[in-house]
Nanobody, 127 residues
Framework: QVQLVESGGGLVQAGGSLRLSCAAS????????MGWFRQAPGKEREFVAT????????YYADSVKGRFAISRDNAKNTVYLQMNSLKPEDTAVYYC????????????????????WGQGTQVTVSS
C-alpha cells in the first residue's frame, strides 16, 4: 500500500511560481514511476508530467513544457513539481500519482497507468 500526500498549493498571480511536493510512504519508493495530473473545474483529469524511478527520464504535457519541471529525491521519498510562469489556465487541483509496476518502454500518461493517488492540492492563478 502506498500513501501520497501533496503540499505546496496556493494562490499566486500570473507569472509567478509554486513548488508542489508529494511525500510517499513505502520502502520501495525508488522503484516507482511518479506522475502529476491536474483537474480543473468541469474538466477531465489530465496528465501534466511524469518521472522515471531513477529520475533520469521525464516527460511533460505540451501545455506545461518549458515552464514546469518534475524531479524526485528518492532519499526523502518525495517528488516535486516546480511550476514557473504560471497562467490562469493552470488553475486546477493537482494530484500526485504512483505506479508501482516495473518501468517499461513507454511513457505513462494515462490515469489508468497509476494505481495510487494523493488527495490533491489546489493551485489558483489569478490574472
Amino acid at each position: 500500500q502506498v500513501q501520497l500526500v501533496e503540499s505546496g498549493g496556493g494562490l499566486v498571480q500570473a507569472g509567478g511560481s509554486l513548488r508542489l511536493s508529494c511525500a510517499a510512504s513505502g520502502r520501495t519508493f525508488s522503484t516507482y514511476t511518479m506522475g502529476w495530473f491536474r483537474q480543473a473545474p468541469g474538466k477531465e483529469r489530465e496528465f501534466v508530467a511524469t518521472i522515471s524511478w531513477s529520475g533520469l527520464s521525464t516527460y511533460y504535457a505540451d501545455s506545461v513544457k518549458g515552464r514546469f519541471a518534475i524531479s524526485r529525491d528518492n532519499a526523502k521519498n518525495t517528488v516535486y513539481l516546480q511550476m514557473n510562469s504560471l497562467k490562469p489556465e493552470d488553475t486546477a487541483v493537482y494530484y500526485c500519482a504512483a505506479r508501482t509496476q516495473p518501468y517499461g518502454s513507454r511513457w505513462y500518461l494515462l490515469r489508468n497507468d497509476y494505481g495510487y493517488w494523493g488527495q490533491g492540492t489546489q493551485v489558483t492563478v489569478s490574472s
